[in-house]
């Protein structure tokens, strides 16, 4: 989706030029748009001006939003409605077994499509149980079928699409109204599949640091394996690895592009801030 890309270009640009405070002149001028146009359209995509979506990516922010409650009682107190929803009322993950995992999906079918979200262009793919990978792309910089071919070396790759795929093309458009939840099938070590779980307990807008996701899972000395984990996702977005940041209040990587995660994390504050 272009608009996106212009986004990801003016929120590089602004990151890069924070201490000199660029004009929405300079801003604009950097993603080829007019003042107008480009505030128009910054506004239309993340609900608030791009000065108040910088605000939310800031070093203050995070670490406020750290120190906001722990991963657990985020989880609890964010109830059933409204943009706080938690992902794991609405997602199903069920691991492969070892044979599975160890044989690269021979004798599976994989379904796979091409998508386009306010986040950039993304690959579904899914086996009979569930969506097995979710992955971002760059237009025109990867094919993305290249990658899947990688990851399941054996699995007979098919394009197409089945019910799952469209529950997450409504998930990416707030317009998810099915009572049916979308079923992962994911590839990955038990260790791995724990850490996914506990990810999914992190409501939209909040952010949890690797140790209090070390700790959710009764590992407290392997943060370092937790961003092992979190790092080797295969579900973006649905999965919401990018709600990880490092406890200092840094952004930390991102398997799909720091400026994306930069993205997600202040489109997601801003839908929660509800102030323009």
């Known amino acids: 989706m272009e608009e996106y890309y212009k986004i990801a270009k003016a929120i590089e640009y602004i990151k890069a030029n924070f201490k000199s405070q660029p004009s929405l002149d300079e801003i604009a001028a950097a993603t080829n748009l007019s003042p107008f ?4 359209l910054f506004t239309e995509w993340a609900g608030v001006s791009p000065k108040k979506f910088l605000s939310f990516l800031t070093l ?6 750290l120190k906001s409650g722990t991963l657990s009682d985020a989880a609890y107190n964010s109830g059933l409605s409204g943009t706080g929803r938690l992902h794991d009322l609405f997602v199903s993950i069920v691991g492969m ?9 021979e004798g599976l079918i994989i379904y796979y499509s091409n998508n386009a979200s306010i986040f950039g262009n993304y690959l579904i793919a899914s086996t009979t149980k569930g969506i097995c990978e979710l992955l ?7 094919n993305p079928l290249n990658e899947l071919k990688i990851l399941w070396t054996k699995a007979k790759l098919v394009e197409g699409s089945d019910e799952n795929h469209e529950k997450v093309r409504a998930f990416f458009n707030n317009d998810f109204k099915d009572t049916d939840k979308i ?6 070590t038990e260790f791995q599949v724990k850490v996914w779980q506990a990810l999914l307990k992190i409501p939209e807008g909040a952010m949890c640091s690797y140790n209090s996701i070390a700790q959710v899972i009764n590992k407290p000395m392997a943060s370092r394996a937790v961003g092992s984990a979190i790092g080797s996702n295969p579900i973006a977005f649905i999965i919401p690895c990018h709600r990880v940041i490092k406890s200092a209040g840094g952004i930390g ?7 994306r995660k930069q993205a997600l994390l202040g489109w997601e504050a801003a839908r929660n801030c509800g102030d323009s």
């Open 37 to 40: 146009h480009f505030q128009r």
């Open 183 to 188: 079923k992962l099938h994911l590839k990955g």
């Open 60 to 65: 203050e922010y995070a670490k406020t939003a």
């Open 136 to 142: 971002f792309y760059e237009e025109g910089n990867q």
């Open 253 to 259: 990587e991102y398997r799909w592009g720091s400026i």
């Open 97 to 105: 077994t070892p044979g599975e995992y160890k044989n690269s999906g």
